[in-house]
T-cell receptor, first 116, second 111 residues
Framework: DVKVTQSSRYLVKRTGEKVFLECVQD?????MFWYRQDPGLGLRLIYF???????EKGDIPEGYSVSREKKERFSLILESASTNQTSMYLC???????????????FGDGTRLSIL | QKEVEQNSGPLSVPEGAIASLNCTYSDRGSQSFFWYRQYSGKSPELIMS????GDKEDGRFTAQLNKASQYVSLLIRDSQPSDSATYLC???????????FGSGTRLSIRP
């Protein structure tokens, strides 16, 4: 079974802090993703990475950055946390199989982040 | 038009009945289709994948795909209270390693 592990289930930070969310997968997947999920807005893609040191912006990258120094680890960084970044953050991974679009994403348990 | 559309619900179904969840998508090149179940406060869990036209059955779940109509559905037979959750339809882009998620249908099974 694929295991995607997010470092924290719950996190409380203050506005202006730099916040790091960590995600590790154990299946040697090439692709990793960060989403946020808010009531009524569904899952929104923040950033994704298809290889070490490679990243692409998703639909809502503003206020976030990412780091992928090792294949198994994908970090989401809130440069200066704001209250509107209070949300559930979900990490996911999927393998590259030589073609697009035929593999589901596997999610971690999520991090519920509150910015006070 | 949204790329993946689902009725947001809530859909209320009596226990033991069949729940029918629907999803339409816009990318004609899509080849894979997924259904996720998400309980409140939890992360999405993959429950069905379907790649070919027709039906695919797994226990009480049946996924149905019609590529010509760009339509995929999920049937849950003998619905149980534990099936109460939000169900997300997910369709990968045909030209990138990203998946588009529908906004989800909230299903409530009433005893």
């Amino acid at each position: 079974d694929v295991k995607v592990t997010q470092s924290s289930r719950y996190l409380v930070k203050r506005t202006g802090e730099k916040v790091f969310l960590e995600c590790v997968q154990d299946m040697d997947h090439e692709n990793m993703f960060w989403y946020r999920q808010d009531p009524g807005l569904g899952l929104r893609l923040i950033y994704f990475s298809y290889d070490v040191k490679m990243k692409e912006k998703g639909d809502i990258p503003e206020g976030y950055s990412v780091s992928r120094e090792k294949k198994e680890r994908f970090s989401l960084i809130l440069e200066s946390a704001s209250t509107n970044q209070t949300s559930m953050y979900l990490c996911a991974s999927t393998p590259w199989t030589g073609t697009y679009s035929n593999q589901p994403q596997h999610f971690g348990d999520g991090t519920r982040l509150s910015i006070l | 038009q949204k790329e993946v559309e689902q009725n947001s619900g809530p859909l209320s179904v009596p226990e033991g009945a069949i729940a029918s969840l629907n999803c339409t998508y816009s990318d004609r090149g899509s080849q894979s289709f997924f259904w996720y179940r998400q309980y409140s406060g939890k992360s999405p869990e993959l429950i069905m994948s379907i790649y070919s036209n027709g039906d695919k059955e797994d226990g009480r779940f049946t996924a149905q795909l019609n590529k010509a109509s760009q339509y995929v559905s999920l049937l849950i037979r003998d619905s149980q209270p534990s099936d109460s959750a939000t169900y997300l339809c997910a369709v990968p882009y045909s030209s990138a390693s990203k998946i588009i998620f529908g906004s989800g249908t909230r299903l409530s099974i009433r005893p």
